[in-house]
């Protein structure tokens, strides 16, 4: 792959601030998750939150993210019409909500 | 045969296909999370139909239409659906490029369909990523790259010698490539309205172009970052704390390469004042960020005004070659290990996990 010219890996969010102060909607919560795997790829089906369960609908994205070694796959859901943003960290093991998508 | 790829705003529409509710809306994507100090950085349709375009300030998109939707860019996952396009396009098994993060290009050469082929491209991207793209099909990758604009978006165009001069001649000058800055507006004041006048005055413009992927140096000729602050800044604490996050960024991506520069630059935007740029060049290459940043700053004492206001700024190193240069002295072999050890954390933990704590003058 010829890229001398461009690097889609150049990013210009490297340096802002942290997801936190970057994203006042962020919030990054531990959930529990039940999901299958199926053909190397994840596909969440509810999640646990704050003691209540969400049933996922529908995901109308997934993308994903390599933070360091860890590889951080991102699902956008559906859940009783309200779209949510889940994400599972393969290196920690942690599932989390890291916003609420108005 | 060139088919260029032209994902339809691109951005814009990976919001929308995460955010079925923002379908059709006018939408912008911002730079940054505060939406009334940034800049349009993707728009999508129904928001370019209201005259709202990329580079424009938030506040002017918002002044046109009181009630867009904004969304603040999350690069992550535009660099990967970048990524999984690119996958998907290696799979027709042609000889591909990308041309930036959201165009492609693919030598077809000897391809007897290539509109059935655009269809083929057309519909996986959709049927994976649901966002759509528009192709050009010609001869060489200038007018591919043109192709790709006239039917935006979900279109396919293919130039030939049948609808060249029509074509042409329904194309104002400034959507060729290379024609929407001074160059453009120098041929325009002389007249030249379209590209077909373009044409008739360069013929070799269009017809001589040997192609992006000949040109592709073996190297980079510079490694460069620039960056808008929100609103222009006096600061020079905030200003350099900048440039050191610029020289970082170009320090980490010259080492990632291999390389060392000769020649550090600095560009400034001033606001009335317009850009200053200034370079100089060193006898010892490096790639040092933290020598990158004492250069640059060297550059910036010597500027007439001390107090700029400034909006943007910019670092660049040029006049690069392959890192050979091995220190000897004991203060560089533990500067150069430091390097090391941070980019290995960094390489671990993940980018920015480690950084000058003068970065943290920017997080204000």
């Known amino acids: 792959m010829h890229q001398n010219s461009f690097n889609p890996q150049a990013r210009w969010d490297r340096f802002e601030p942290d997801k936190a102060g970057f994203n006042p909607d962020a919030l990054a919560e531990r959930i529990e998750v039940l999901a299958y795997f199926k053909n190397a790829r994840i596909y969440p089906k509810a999640f646990l939150w704050s003691n209540k369960e969400y049933k996922i609908d529908n995901i109308t994205y997934n993308w994903q993210e390599r933070l360091g070694q860890a590889l951080v796959s991102y699902f956008s859901v559906v859940s009783s019409g309200q779209l949510y943003q889940i994400s599972f960290n393969n290196s920690t093991f942690r599932w989390q909500i890291d916003k609420i998508i108005p | ?364």
């Open chain 2, 1 to 364: 045969m060139i088919l260029h790829i032209d994902m339809d705003a691109f951005f814009a529409s990976i919001e929308q296909a995460i955010n079925p509710r923002l379908k059709g809306k006018p939408l912008v994507v911002g730079s940054r999370a505060h939406k009334m100090r940034t800049v349009v950085c993707a728009a999508s349709y129904a928001a370019k139909a209201l005259g709202i375009h990329s580079g424009m300030p938030s506040k002017d998109a918002f002044s046109i239409c009181p009630n867009l939707e904004f969304v603040a860019a999350d690069q992550a996952k535009y660099i990967w659906t970048s990524g999984e396009i690119f996958e998907l396009l290696k799979g027709f098994g042609f000889l591909l490029h990308y041309a930036s993060v959201d165009e492609f290009q693919m030598d077809i050469q000897g391809y007897p369909e290539p509109l059935k082929l655009a269809a083929q491209i057309q519909e996986q991207i959709y049927a994976n990523f649901n966002i759509t793209a528009s192709v050009g099909i010609a001869k060489n990758w200038l007018l591919a790259k043109l192709a790709s604009k006239i039917n935006k978006p979900n279109g396919v165009t293919l130039i030939n010698e049948g609808n060249f001069k029509d074509i042409l001649s329904a194309t104002p000058l400034i959507k060729a490539y290379g024609m929407a800055g001074k160059t453009g507006q120098i041929l325009l004041a002389q007249g030249l309205k379209s590209c077909w006048d373009l044409y008739l005055n360069l013929p070799g413009f269009f017809t001589e172009n040997p192609g992006k992927f000949e040109e592709m140096p073996e190297k980079p000729r510079s490694v460069s970052h620039a960056y808008t602050l929100p609103r222009a800044q006096t600061n020079p604490r905030f200003i350099s704390a900048w440039i050191r996050v610029l020289s970082e960024m170009v320090g980490l991506r010259l080492r990632q390469k291999n390389l060392t520069a000769r020649t550090v630059q600095l560009w400034l935007n001033i606001p009335q004042k317009g850009d200053f740029l200034v370079q100089k060049t060193c006898s010892i290459a490096t790639n040092d960020s933290y020598e990158i940043y004492l250069r640059i700053l060297k550059l910036m004492a010597g500027m007439p005004q001390k107090r700029p206001k400034i909006r943007a700024l910019g670092v660049s190193a040029s006049h690069l070659s392959p890192q050979e240069y091995h220190p000897l002295l004991i203060e560089e072999k533990r500067r150069e290990a430091l390097v090391k050890a941070i980019d290995r954390i960094n390489s671990r933990f993940g980018d920015n996990s480690i950084f000058p704590a003068q970065v943290i003058l920017t997080h204000k």
